[in-house]
Structure formats: C-alpha cells, structure tokens
C-alpha cells in the first residue's frame, strides 16, 4: 500500500480543516492507519488512529473532542476532521499504516511501515 496526504493549509485559530490520506493498493483494508503530526523543533507524535474495519480508534488526549478520524475502505480513504484549530496544532501531518489485528491501533511511530509524504497544517491566531 502506498498513502498520499493532503488537505493542509494555512487557516485561523477557531476555524476547521479536513485532512485526507488516500492509498493505492489493494490490501488497504488490513492496515490500520494513523495520523501523527511533527511539530518544528519537536518528536513526532501520535494524533488520532483508525482500525482495519473503522470500528475501533483512538486518540491522543489533547486532541480528544476536536478531531474525527474516519475511513472509507471502498473508497481507500481516511480522513482527520479537525475542528476548533489552535496554534499549538501547527505542524507537519502525516497518514501512516500499520498491519496488526483486526482492532488494534497503534501509538508509535515504530509500528508503522508506511508512510505518507506529510501536508503541513498553519493556524494564525
């Protein structure tokens, strides 16, 4: 599987942006897929994460009530719907897949095989 990120963009402090990941390949459905994000200066981090089926996910607390992952798996899509943006979300987003069982997510980075090239996320207050 391969994964393209997209959707970044430079918004305002309260405003909403949709993130999509979008992968080629056939074995889409046996990945899970995550969002992780980088900051400048800073480790990468965990955002959000979405099982095979889209049952299950999973989030880092501080962003918990303002971001919505979904997947579409006929459609080879997972989308990261952010509300409320802050400028402390400012970074550098990334799509990444995973193999693992049927529900689980991830948190770390070294769980991940594939990688997206990363859509960059700008929030002025």
């Known amino acids: 599987v391969q994964l393209q990120a997209s959707g970044g963009g430079l918004v305002q402090a309260g405003d909403s942006l949709r993130l999509s990941c979008a992968a080629s390949?056939?074995?889409?459905?046996?990945?899970?897929v995550a969002w992780f994000r980088q900051a400048p200066g800073k480790e990468r981090e965990f955002v959000a994460g979405i099982s095979r089926s889209g049952g299950s996910t999973r989030y880092a607390d501080s962003v918990k009530g303002r971001f919505t992952i979904s997947r579409d798996n006929a459609e080879k899509t997972v989308n990261l719907q952010i509300n409320s943006l802050k400028p402390e979300d400012v970074a550098v987003y990334y799509c990444?897949?995973?193999?693992?069982?049927?529900?689980?997510?991830?948190?770390?980075?070294?769980?991940?095989?594939?990688w997206g090239q990363g859509t960059l996320v700008t929030v002025s207050s």
């Open positions: 390949g056939r074995t889409f459905s046996m990945y899970a």
């Open positions: 990444a897949a995973a193999s693992g069982s049927y529900y689980y997510i991830g948190v770390s980075s070294n769980e991940y095989v594939v």
